[in-house]
């Protein structure tokens, strides 16, 4: 079974938010929806150190996705790949998904009054390519494939930084 | 190249000073994408914000299309269309006028940080006219002072964006800066360093995205640069942990400086910066063991009143610990052999004969920035701007500039005043900015994306930022414009000979004329590197009289400044001005960059706005709660000798120390078409100062290490 993914180190990630604009530049999104989105969390003190972190948050592409389950129309569906992706010409608006979804991830498009999502850039994924958030980002900081190989690549590095 | 076809095409990126390279996507010659270009040498496929959304910029639909004269009032925004040759034609005769009614001083031109082929084109203009009144119009609180500070102690410049080898480090030291925001690529060159084990550490009074993934972040209090510094120096030399070798054969005012040093122990450094001593001992013997370490400086220690002499310490820091052109340490360039640098024009061979460069505004008073023997020789702004209200020393009457002076530069009411009094002013630009506002005639400037021009980078390459698309509408090339308009003047592009007959077409070819290649060879897309040599002084010594590094700086003795670097308290502080500070609470930093803007550009462009839509200004939680005033309030900012009040929109962030409050800075409203596009609403520049007190070599007035006052009240 393959599960395409994203998975982020967010050790890795400084906030730049070439991610943000990236994907809008892909998705031809105007102001508005923000597939990916750069959140500052912080600065907090931890263990008496003033500690910030950057998060982005986008769809999770989750394996039981709540959207699709709370989708009235039948305008979300996961794929065999594992992408959840969201049929526009299906959508109404209802704007249900957004209630349902824990992350926030869809979002509704003040241009076209329908949800839009993350689609982990399935037309660049058809061609070869990596999403377009992957591309832009300076650090790599954001890994696209299947979940089990990034789960492997993962435990290797966790394995190395406890070595050292 | 590529002009109406469709593809994609190679160039060299300018929505910023650093140069990455892009792929541009062409679809029926119009731009439909940009990309990170990965082939590119140094930032290999890495873009950011400003980059990608730099198709937003191009086909603005604000974007300046035509050149435009004004029919209303001065800031009235009522506007002409005229053709090139009308608009020329004004202009050329009104500076003719002006030359001979008052002399060619008093004809002055400029040009900002703007990334764009301005620099050369404003230059070439008093040039050719014989004008010294010339400047990058920031440079005597952004750029200058290291470069004074540089010139006199290793006669060359090493802490620039560019010039730091992080890539082969084992600790970057970041004064100052916030290179994610700023200079990505630099950030993501000192993230690898980091994965492989090098030490990051970060001077900055706020928690900047940089100094969150730093080991080390020392918060000092704002205009305390060289006290740190000095702390730092101190322990190393105490200690003996310097370069011994590299002290001993190349360095003149070791004893002296150490004197210096000796009186500012951790201890008085930390009382004075507000970091711990231990962290200062810390810090100093983590760099100085570190070998090879580098340091990354920027404007957080340009922009306080003490900015020459701090940087002249941090220079002192660099010299003494070894880390001067080693692989891994801070460079001077090695460029193909034989090419032009980019500014190769401020280089004395180049300049005005010293009896009209002693006429130059400010050359008198900081004969380090404006005289003959200043190492770039540049008008001190506010001098100039004041010039132009009392006529003295002499009227400024003209100018001719490619920037947002209104919006950057420090006291905005004065600078509007000022410009109001000139009988011409000719701004070349891509959008209407309320400096626009105020001219004559605004002229329509090409981006990067519809021009030819040679680039040459860090550290050791040159190649072609390629035209991809036609100009829209009608917008030209600006070097382009000053020839049209010294045409017209019966003038020649520039005074030297060489260049007058290559003409501005040729200016690629002149720059490369002793490489051997044409700019046709490079126009392909080739990199052509020099070889990467460290170490250069051994062959040639170091530029400074001496031939050695000048701890003990003979310049500045000879120019009658302090030999040896020391800490001034800023002018106004609560250790300076008690009284003051009691009405005036805040310790006041303004400027620290976002990663949307490049200085006042790119307000309008929507992808950029989406990321930072409102003018900041960050407040530390606890101190917010006892003036009510809670995240995303919108309050007033008063200064003590700024007049009026503007607003910003509280952010609270305990990033900052409950003293200190940071405004954002460059604000305007691109999207109010009202004259004055909301100038004088949001911008901290209307609060900021252009009198004196001013730093005594570079004529600096601060603008981090003020004074102010915030309380609630203010509305949308």
């Given at each position: ?164 | ?69 004004r029919?209303g009032e001065r800031g009235e925004n009522k506007w ?352 209407m900015?309320p400096?626009a506002e105020l ?234 078409f009202t004259p004055d596009h ?39």
């Amino acid at each position: 079974m393959v599960e395409l993914s994203l998975l982020i180190h967010t050790d890795l990630c400084f906030g730049c938010q070439a991610c943000e604009v990236a994907c809008k530049q892909e998705n031809h999104l105007g102001v508005g929806p923000r597939w990916i989105r750069v959140i500052e969390a912080g600065p907090k003190e931890i263990g008496g150190e003033l500690k910030m972190s950057y998060i982005p948050i986008r769809c999770l592409h989750c394996a039981k996705p709540v959207c699709e389950q709370t989708c009235p129309t039948g305008a979300i569906h996961k794929r065999i790949d594992g992408i959840v992706v969201l049929n526009a010409d299906l959508c109404t608006g209802c704007k249900a998904c957004i209630e349902a979804c824990p992350f926030g991830a869809p979002q509704l498009n003040p241009e076209t009054k329908v949800v839009g999502k993350c689609t982990l850039c399935v037309h660049r994924i058809d061609k070869g390519l990596e999403p377009a958030c992957v591309a832009a980002c300076p650090t790599r900081a954001i890994h696209f494939g299947d979940i089990n190989r990034l789960t492997e690549l993962k435990r290797k590095d966790s394995a190395n930084s406890i070595f050292w | 190249m590529g002009k109406n076809n469709n593809g994609i095409f190679s160039s060299i990126c300018q929505a910023c000073h650093m140069s990455c390279g892009i792929l541009a996507h062409v679809t029926d010659g119009k731009i439909t994408k940009i990309e990170g270009d990965s082939e590119h040498p140094w930032s290999q496929g890495m873009i950011c914000p400003k980059g990608i959304a730099y198709q937003q910029v191009v086909y603005h639909p604000d974007r300046l299309l035509h050149p435009l004269m004004r029919v209303g009032e001065r800031g009235e925004n009522k506007w002409q269309r005229v053709s090139w040759d009308e608009a020329l034609n004004h202009i050329a005769l009104k500076l003719l006028e002006v030359k001979e009614k008052y002399g060619p001083e008093s004809i002055a031109a400029c040009c900002g940080g703007n990334p764009r082929r301005s620099m050369p084109a404003t230059r070439f203009l008093t040039e050719s006219i014989g004008s010294p009144n010339w400047a990058y119009s920031d440079a005597f609180y952004c750029w200058g002072p290291h470069v004074i500070a540089e010139n006199a102690t290793y006669g060359g410049r090493i802490t620039s964006d560019t010039n730091i080898d992080s890539c082969n480090s084992e600790c970057i030291l970041v004064w100052g800066g916030n290179p994610v925001h700023t200079h990505t690529v630099v950030a993501r060159d000192i993230m690898r360093a980091r994965a492989r084990g090098a030490k990051i550490v970060v001077v900055d009074p706020r928690l900047t995205a940089t100094a969150s993934k730093a080991h080390i972040w020392l918060q000092l209090r704002p205009g305390t640069d060289a006290a740190l510094a000095l702390g730092i120096l101190n322990v190393i030399m105490t200690e003996g942990i310097y370069d011994k070798e590299f002290v001993r054969r190349w360095c003149t005012g070791f004893e002296e400086l150490k004197g210096r040093a000796l009186s500012y122990p951790p201890e008085k450094a930390s009382e004075i910066t507000g970091v711990r001593a231990e962290d200062i001992k810390k810090v100093a013997r983590l760099y100085a063991k570190a070998k090879p370490a580098c340091l990354y400086l920027r404007v957080g220690n340009e922009l306080i009143f003490n900015s020459t002499q701090s940087s002249r310490a941090i220079a002192c820091l660099i010299a003494i610990t070894g880390n001067i052109d080693v692989k891994g340490g801070n460079l001077f360039p090695c460029l193909p052999k034989g090419t032009m640098g980019r500014m190769f024009y401020v280089k004395k061979e180049w300049r005005l004969p010293d009896e009209i460069e002693e006429k130059r505004i400010g050359a008198k008073e900081f004969p380090l920035l404006s005289g003959p023997r200043a190492p770039f020789g540049l008008f001190h702004t506010p001098l100039l701007i004041k010039a132009m209200l009392t006529e003295k020393p002499y009227p400024i009457k003209a100018l001719i500039a490619a920037n947002n002076l209104c919006v950057s530069l420090p006291n905005t009411r004065e600078i509007c005043e000022a410009l109001k009094h000139l009988d011409l002013l000719v701004i070349y630009e891509l959008f209407m900015t309320p400096t626009a506002e105020l001219a004559d005639f605004v002229l329509p400037a090409a981006t990067y994306l519809e021009i030819d021009e040679l680039i040459d980078r860090y550290p050791n390459y040159i190649t072609a930022r390629r035209k991809i698309i036609e100009p829209v509408g009608e917008c030209w090339d600006e070097l382009k414009i000053t020839d049209e308009i010294v045409k017209r003047m019966r003038l020649k592009f520039t005074p030297w000979p060489e260049l007058q007959a290559r003409g501005w077409q040729g200016y690629e070819d002149f720059r490369l004329k002793e490489t051997g290649l044409t700019f046709k060879d490079i126009k392909t897309g080739e990199y052509v590197f020099g070889p990467m040599e460290y170490k250069k002084y051994e062959k040639n010594g170091f530029g400074t009289p001496s031939g050695k590094v000048e701890l003990y700086s003979s310049i500045f003795k000879e120019f009658g400044y302090d030999p040896l670097p020391h800490h001034v308290e800023p002018f106004e502080s609560p250790t300076s001005t008690p009284e003051l500070a009691k009405q005036y609470p805040f310790i006041l930093i303004t400027g620290g960059r976002t990663i949307a803007y490049f200085h006042s550009l790119g307000h309008q462009v929507p992808w950029l706005r989406e990321l930072v839509p409102d003018p900041l200004i960050e407040i530390h939680p606890d101190e917010a709660a006892k003036l009510g005033i809670s995240d995303g309030d919108w309050v007033w900012v008063e200064t003590p000798r700024g007049k009026g009040r503007i607003k910003q929109k509280a952010k609270l962030t305990r990033a900052l120390h409950p003293k200190v409050v940071h405004s954002v800075a460059h604000w305007w409203y691109p999207e109010r078409f009202t004259p004055d596009h909301g100038l004088w609403e949001s911008n901290i520049n209307v609060l900021t100062y252009s009198d004196p007190p001013y730093e005594p070599i570079c004529g600096t007035c601060a603008m981090r290490g003020l004074l102010c006052k915030i309380y609630k009240g203010a509305e949308v």
